[in-house]
């Protein structure tokens, strides 16, 4: 067999990131028949909801995809997760059956007509005279007719025309993220109806399958809402308030995306992307690059749907604005730790469109650097708990729908009853609560090296309460945030 691709070489042929997390969900030996593969192909039925497998082909050789389901994606999520089985090893090498040996046959003639075809036309292009058969234009002395001297020159070639199979994927994919938006909103109107204490909101299935339609229609990003908020059905004495409040921000999203045309456009590009509309990263990089010293403050890995997400929150010196940098590992991948919390780094970054938060870090001047006037630096960007609510709240005043927003405050640790808090003489923040929510909050890092005074850190604002990060000393900072475990990934 040739040899094995990587999951990076994978990710690079996938139509989007979603494609590439809905594969990723689907990439389990168990859920696969007749998987094999040999030097240049490999194949499997995958069983789907439906009552026929779809029988999924990939020539890796020559790369090219089929597969009988019915997404107009290429290469669909079955092809990914087929590819991504075989970059893991988990395909056995073996002899192909006839019907994925007819399918190579045809694909490798099809290849050598089309060759043939090309190299025909090179030659008529490179044998002298007009290829086209028409008199030439010119009298034989370099001069057209009418006496213009031209020499060798060729006249530029016209522009292309628009690619017609490109405007109509494109609008194809519109069409298909307003449908599925209108079947979310129509799931809304259902889940009120029957109300929470509907015993179907308790089975894991119920959300899944919603979210499985939102990947088909291109809104993976909604899709991963929707998972999250399974997870929050019983976790708590007031997931009802949870649930219902997260209900809620789904329809304004379900009732925003349909209506992006008519909002500000700044407005409607956080909407698309928040949506799950994916901007390619060279788009992004080709922007107008944001140039600062940037302040590493806080790093937080979070699991979601079997992809470990590290988020590393920048802030620039001289603006004060905020920036998320995002890296993502499947099973046994590395994430990124070129970001070293407490350090900074002069560099350019590029956001993605709209107020968004997020942004690709790009041209680096330097490495990331760690000396006495980081530290003050930090110290100096540290505000009280009200002027860190109010900063939180800008943020959130702008897109409703963020679920972490950064803050360096300066505050103590404080206790009330059974639950932990930051507190100064201006008010407090709830620490997310340990008893119920999946995250390490550090507290008991942060009583350790505070001793219960007063500190400058980092933390990450979520509806549910704050997630500390990093604590800022004046000789070192102090990175506490939630880590990813790594018996999942190689590297955290």
Same mark, same amino acid.
């Not at 469109?353 to 530290?375: I, K, Q």
């Not at 201006?426 to 008893?435: A, F, N, Q, R, V």
């Given at each position: 067999m040739s040899a094995a691709w990587s999951v990076e070489q994978v990710a690079s042929v996938a139509p989007s990131a979603s494609a590439m997390s809905a594969a990723q969900s689907l990439a389990t030996p168990t859920r696969w028949s007749q998987l094999g593969a040999d030097r240049t192909g490999v194949w499997g039925s995958f069983q789907g909801s439906g009552a026929e497998p779809y029988d999924t082909m990939v020539d890796h050789a020559r790369l090219g995809f089929a597969c009988s389901c019915p997404s107009r994606q290429t290469p669909c999520k079955h092809a990914l997760a087929l590819l991504l089985l075989w970059v893991r090893g988990q395909i056995a090498d073996t002899v192909a059956p006839s019907h994925i040996e007819a399918w190579m046959q045809r694909r490798g003639a099809a290849l050598s007509r089309a060759a043939a075809a090309a190299d025909n036309e090179a030659g008529e292009l490179s044998g002298g005279g007009n290829a086209t058969g028409k008199p030439d234009a010119t009298d034989g002395s370099g001069a057209t007719l009418d006496g213009a001297v031209i020499g060798d020159e060729q006249p530029a070639p016209p522009a292309p025309p628009p690619d017609p199979d490109r405007n109509t994927a494109r609008d194809d994919r519109v069409a298909r993220m307003h449908a599925g938006l209108a079947e979310l909103d129509r799931w809304l109107d259902d889940r009120i109806r029957t109300g929470l204490a509907d015993p179907s909101l308790a089975r894991y299935a119920t959300w899944d399958q919603l979210a499985a339609r939102l990947v088909d229609a291109q809104a993976g990003s909604l899709a991963n809402r929707v998972r999250r908020l399974a997870g929050l059905v019983g976790a708590s004495p007031d997931w009802h308030d949870d649930v219902l409040a997260e209900l809620g921000m789904l329809h304004l999203l379900a009732q925003a995306g349909r209506r992006i045309g008519a909002l500000p456009d700044s407005l409607a590009d956080a909407v698309a992307t928040t949506v799950g509309w994916q901007v390619r990263q060279a788009d992004v990089i080709a922007g107008v690059p944001d140039t600062d010293e940037w302040l590493i403050a806080g790093r937080s890995d979070v699991r979601e749907d079997r992809i470990?997400?590290?988020?590393?929150?920048?802030?620039?010196?001289?603006?004060?604005?905020?920036?998320?940098?995002?890296?993502?590992?499947?099973?046994?991948?590395?994430?990124?730790?070129?970001?070293?919390? #407490? $350090?900074?780094?002069?560099? !350019? *970054?590029?956001?993605?469109?709209?107020? =968004?938060?997020? @942004?690709?870090?790009?041209?680096?001047?330097?490495?990331?650097?760690?000396?006495?006037?980081?530290?003050?630096?930090?110290?100096?960007?540290?505000?009280?708990?009200?002027?860190?609510?109010?900063?939180?709240?800008?943020?959130?005043?702008?897109?409703?729908?963020?679920?972490?927003v950064p803050v360096t405050v300066h505050a103590r640790l404080a206790r009330a009853g059974q639950a932990w808090a930051?507190?100064?003489?201006? #008010? $407090?923040?709830?620490?997310? !609560? *340990?008893?119920?929510?999946?995250?390490? =909050?550090?507290? @008991?890092?942060?009583l350790a090296v505070s001793g219960g005074k007063p500190v400058d850190l980092t933390v990450e604002w979520t509806p549910h309460g704050v997630v500390p990060l990093s604590i800022h000393l004046p000789d070192r900072t102090v990175d506490i945030g939630p880590r990813a475990n790594t018996s999942f990934v190689s590297a955290a």
């Open positions: 470990e997400v590290r988020r590393h929150w920048l802030r620039g010196v001289n603006s004060g604005r905020w920036a998320l940098a995002l890296s993502f590992a499947a099973y046994q991948q590395s994430l990124d730790t070129s970001l070293p919390v #407490g $350090s900074s780094l002069r560099a !350019d *970054l590029h956001r993605y469109p709209g107020p =968004a938060l997020r @942004a690709l870090v790009g041209t680096r001047y330097h490495d990331p650097v760690d000396h006495p006037s980081v530290a003050a630096q930090f110290a100096a960007s540290a505000c009280s708990i009200a002027d860190g609510c109010a900063e939180v709240g800008v943020m959130v005043a702008a897109e409703p729908w963020l679920d972490r930051l507190a100064d003489s201006t #008010g $407090s923040m709830p620490i997310l !609560d *340990l008893g119920t929510r999946a995250f390490d =909050a550090g507290v @008991a890092m942060l």
